[in-house]
Each structure stands twice: as C-alpha cells, then as structure tokens.
C-alpha cells in the first residue's frame, strides 16, 4: 500500500521567509565591524589608548597647546594596507582604489569646506602630514538590509578598519595617531543597500570626528 503524503501546514511563503533569513544569516557571518588590529602600518603602537569618545578606537594626541600650531595640512593619498587577518583581501582593487580615492576626498572636503583650515602640498612651519591606511574593508549585504528583522539584527552590515597618523611636516615629530574599526549604521536606507555602504559610511564618521576635534582643539564651538 502506498504511505499517504502529509502536507505541510506551514505556509509556502512563511517557509521561504525562513530559508531566506537562514541563507542571509550565513552569509551575514563575515559582516560587521572588522577587528581593530595592528596592520604594520603606523611605525609605533606604544603610545595609542582606548579612546572615550569611540567604541574600539585606540588613540594618541599630542598636547592642546601643540596642536593649536596647525591649521594647514599635507593629506598623502589614502592607501590600502591590509592588516594579517583582514577579510577585505579578495575585493576587487578598482573598488579598493574607489574607496580610497573617497576617503582621501572627504578628509580634503571636510578640513577646507569651513575655512577653517587648509589642504595645501608644501611643507612648511604650521603644517601637518597626515597619512591614512584603510587596513580593512566588510562588505554590505544588502538583501540583509531589505528585511525588517535582519535589519534590525545588524547581521548584514558592512565596516572599515583604519589606521592613522598626524606628523610634523618638517620634523617628522608625531602629533596623533588612530586605529579604528566600525561597522555602519542599522538605520541607514541607502547604506544599506550599496555593497561598500556602510564602509563608506564609516568613513564619513571617522572624518567628522576628526574635524569636530580639531576644532575643539582650537576652540571653535561653532559653524
């Protein structure tokens, strides 16, 4: 005699909500923030401490009184140096060199767009080298961002590591330094949905916190 075949009761369309937040969890696994690690980049990491105003951030600032001599900048071209662990290795270099090209553009845009300060090429007395390597990237995935509750887990979020260092442009003498690691923003539409959003995303972050302390520094409390 044949077995009678049970039907399902779960609804056809429930059971591929299901396999699709499975499918999405999985690949999810090697999203998020990328570990803050030492890449090689920065030529000492003795000095840097847990940074208060940003969750792993590892920093070194020269004294106040020092800093307030700088007001003009030397930006060197953002690199890509990979730190041993980094899952960013099989991106594609052209989106790589795009990536960086951002970065360096918003780092310019941000310090010069008040007036504050000036992105020149030539060194000189009050002006600061700053040289910045991106030492990671995560993807975004963005299938992981369309629905409403792996949206809300976070499990498709992209991030970007960074490691940076502020000299003297003559001397050499260093004047801060920063490692880095974030992921993007949950809340984010359109982040969310672009392969290498929320990378760019976080490099937003860490330029205007960047500005935002150089202002401090030379006690500008407004726009």
Known sequence: MQRMKMKSTVPCALRIGAWSLIVVA???????APKVTRSGFLPDYSQLKPDPAADEAMTWLAPNETLRQYKQFIIDPVVVHFAPNAKGTAID???LKELSDYFHAEVVKALTESG???AITVPGPGVARIRVAITDISKTIPIANIHPATKLSGVGLGGAAMEAEMVDSISGERLGAV???QSGGRLGIVAGLQT???????????VKRFVKRMDHIHGYTGK
Do not use: T
Not at 196 to 206: P, T
């Open 179 to 181: 490692v880095d690691s």
């Open 196 to 206: 290498y959003g929320h990378a760019k995303q976080v490099m937003d972050g860490w």
């Open 116 to 118: 504050r300060y000036k």
């Open 93 to 95: 270099p052209v989106a």
């Open 26 to 32: 999985i690949l999810a696994g090697c999203s998020g």
